[in-house]
């Protein structure tokens, strides 16, 4: 009986945290989200096509500004961008920089683990780098592609976005923000809270045993880990690198795929879906890929902790 009753005992706790983290990450979340917002309300009600224009043409130096304000360690900045992205205020080649180079949780693990801080310039530095180095790729092949079809370049579609939450574009922005604010949050809580509890009956020790160190695989199934748009992720691909079972290039691969939830909040508010699913397969792909390179190059020896 007092097994039982210890069992029950932990698994509440376990419920309990599982509750309590869906709740913190999404109070995280929220002034990035009401910033972004504001920032869309602001120039679709006081701007006007002046400031679409200039925000249109400023996408060519978006990867770079948008590969360094992910490095910072948190990730409301990367569900920001897909918010600006849904209402086509910044690039493909600017979200994808910002979600290549943000480190989530990453971060703060190397800090408190006792990290060489050598060793965390490098790894912030390369996710940087293949961030921009993407970002920019990715919109000049978009451009020459649209120069081929004489197609123009994407308008900003705020109106668009403010159709589908069903706000009243009439009211003060800031209260259209807010509406659409706490729109995305309810839907982040619910999100979190499904798939923390997930993790949790499936426990973080199995996740672990799908991305032991096995050369090209163990780099897949980290980049698989690393689509899961919550902070154990990066934290697990982390901790598992720092304890020697996972290999530079496979932390790697999964942390530049790894978004936080900004993923989650792409494919809620982005249209049409197909352009979701092609960030998603842009997004693995290079992760994938340039964990691959860093293994099986010299970076590797360079890279290691």
């Known amino acids: 009986m007092l097994n039982v009753f210890l069992h029950a005992s932990h698994e509440a706790?376990?419920?309990?945290?599982?509750?309590?983290?869906?709740?913190?990450?999404?109070?995280?979340?929220?002034?990035?989200?009401?910033l972004s917002y504001?920032?869309?309300?602001?120039?679709?009600?006081?701007?006007?096509?002046?400031s679409k224009t200039w925000l249109r043409r400023s996408g060519k130096i978006?990867?770079?500004?948008?590969?360094?304000?992910?490095?910072?360690?948190?990730?409301?900045?990367?569900?920001?961008?897909?918010?600006?992205?849904?209402?086509?205020?910044?690039t493909t080649g600017?979200?994808?920089?910002?979600?290549?180079?943000?480190?989530?949780?990453?971060?703060p693990i190397l800090i408190s683990e006792g990290a060489p801080f050598s060793f965390i310039l490098k790894i912030l530095g390369t996710k940087l780098l293949?961030?921009?180095?993407?970002g920019v790729t990715v919109d000049l092949v978009a451009a020459a592609i649209r120069r081929r079809r004489s197609s123009p370049a994407p308008e900003p579609q705020i109106e668009e976005l403010c159709e589908r939450e069903g706000c009243q574009c009439s009211e003060r922005f800031w209260v259209s923000a807010l509406r659409h604010t706490l729109r995305i949050s309810l839907f982040l809580l619910l999100f979190s809270l499904v798939l923390g509890a997930v993790i949790f009956a499936v426990g973080e020790e199995h996740l672990a045993e799908l991305i032991l160190d096995r050369p090209i695989l163990s780099n897949f199934l980290a980049?698989?880990?690393?689509?899961?748009?919550?902070?154990?992720?990066?934290?697990?691909l982390t901790k598992l690198h720092l304890d020697g079972i996972l290999s530079v290039g496979a932390m790697l691969s999964g942390l530049l795929v790894n978004a936080g939830v900004a993923l989650a909040l792409l494919f809620r508010n982005n249209r049409p879906l197909k352009d979701s699913f092609r960030i998603l397969l842009l997004l693995f792909s290079i992760g994938l890929l340039c964990g691959i390179l860093i293994d099986v190059t010299p970076l590797a020896g360079w890279l290691r902790l």
Request: some cysteine; overall charge negative.
């Open 223 to 236: 980049a698989v880990v690393g689509l899961i748009p919550n902070c154990v992720s990066s934290v697990l």
């Open 38 to 50: 504001l920032l869309m309300e602001f120039l679709e009600h006081k701007s006007g096509d002046a």
């Open 94 to 107: 600017t979200l994808l920089a910002v979600y290549l180079s943000t480190s989530d949780e990453m971060l």
């Open 62 to 90: 978006g990867p770079v500004i948008g590969g360094a304000l992910g490095i910072l360690p948190q990730c409301g900045f990367s569900a920001a961008a897909s918010g600006l992205y849904t209402g086509r205020m910044i």
């Open 130 to 134: 293949i961030g921009i180095a993407a």
């Open 13 to 34: 706790h376990g419920l309990w945290e599982v509750v309590t983290d869906a709740l913190l990450d999404t109070l995280k979340l929220l002034p990035f989200l009401f």
